[in-house]
């Protein structure tokens, strides 16, 4: 059995085909000591259906940790797949991201002791998100630019995210004036630290959640490096009708008593397991 390196946490709730898009994406990787945990927030026996088909076709081990449907409780299915994880570092991102071949390698080139790295997405349209299949993962050219021009992408200065110049890419990353954070669609982080600071807060839906997790690992002295043109990956269309008033204001109280406090570890993570 392969050693793991590194674990790849993907969190998903009822989207087998955007789903399946992003298992493809990690069969092209340029590395392969690496298991993808899926964090499964109550999706039905389609998800689970689609996993168990697609487990003889991919190069990496999985894990499928499955909750029952209770409302929004992503923090808490991510508490889960962070213990049954095996690897020593963790990549968080999202059952709608398709990560480019050098997704992993990328995260791994940049860890450091004492750090967490912040990253970002790109995100395609409805009629792109529709387009992009198997062959165009496995060729690459869905992170090819003037293939999503020609499909109807919109031209912007955020397809400098697709860029596959390391030197322009560190430029980008230390030239942006977006602050690095940890955003669950795209960053990384040891476990050790994770579980320092106890996870995810459970009373936390939608909002910020990952957010707070990221403050904490700063009030805890963990550092973020920003590799926002580096790790790249494409955020598949969707609605969110899930999103409440109510869920946003909720998670910006909690977040604002843990900048206050500098609250390092939550009482409502991990330890509740």
Same mark, same amino acid.
């Given at each position: ?7 790849? =946490? ?14 493809? &994406?990690?069969? +092209?990787?340029?590395? !392969? *000591? ?8 109550? &999706?039905?026996? @389609? ?11 991919? &190069? ?16 808490? =299915? /991510?508490?889960? #797949? ?16 398709? #990560? ?16 967490? /790295?912040? &990253? ?7 009629? %792109?998100?529709?387009? %992009? $299949? ?18 109807? +992408? ?5 397809? !400098?995210? /697709?860029?596959? *110049? ?5 430029? /980008? !990353?230390? =030239? ?7 955003? $669950? ?19 936390? +839906? ?8 990221? @403050?904490?690992?700063? !009030? ?28 946003? @204001? ?24």
């Amino acid at each position: 059995m392969k050693t793991i390196d590194v674990s790849v =946490i993907i969190s998903t709730y009822n989207t087998p085909e955007s789903l399946q898009k992003v298992l493809w &994406s990690f069969n +092209q990787q340029t590395i !392969n *000591s690496f298991e993808v945990v899926i964090a499964d927030d109550g &999706s039905t026996d @389609e998800t689970k259906a689609l996993i168990d088909g697609m487990r003889q076709e991919l &190069s990496y081990p999985i894990q499928h940790i499955w909750q029952e449907d209770n409302g929004f409780q992503k923090t808490k =299915i /991510l508490n889960k #797949a962070t213990v049954a994880s095996l690897g020593d570092y963790l990549i968080y991102t999202d059952g709608d991201c398709i #990560a480019r071949k050098d997704f992993i390698e990328t995260h791994l080139k940049f860890r450091a002791k004492g750090y967490a /790295l912040s &990253s970002g997405y790109f995100k395609l349209t409805e009629e %792109v998100s529709r387009i %992009v $299949g198997q062959s165009e993962i496995k060729s690459q050219l869905c992170f090819d630019s003037e293939w999503l021009l020609k499909n109807g +992408q919109p031209k912007s200065f955020k397809m !400098n995210k /697709l860029t596959t *110049s390391k030197l322009k890419a560190a430029f /980008l !990353n230390f =030239i942006t004036p977006t602050k690095a954070t940890f955003d $669950g669609m795209n960053a990384s982080a040891w476990k050790a630290d994770i579980l320092a600071v106890n996870g995810f807060d459970e009373r936390m +839906q939608y909002g910020g959640e990952d957010r707070e997790l990221g @403050e904490r690992l700063m !009030n805890y002295g963990i550092r973020f490096k920003q590799i926002r043109y580096s790790a790249i990956c494409l955020h598949l269309f969707h609605e969110r009708s899930y999103v409440t008033p109510d869920m946003i @204001e909720k998670n910006n109280q909690i977040r604002a008593i843990t900048k206050r406090d500098k609250i390092i570890k939550t009482d409502f993570g991990i330890d509740t397991i």
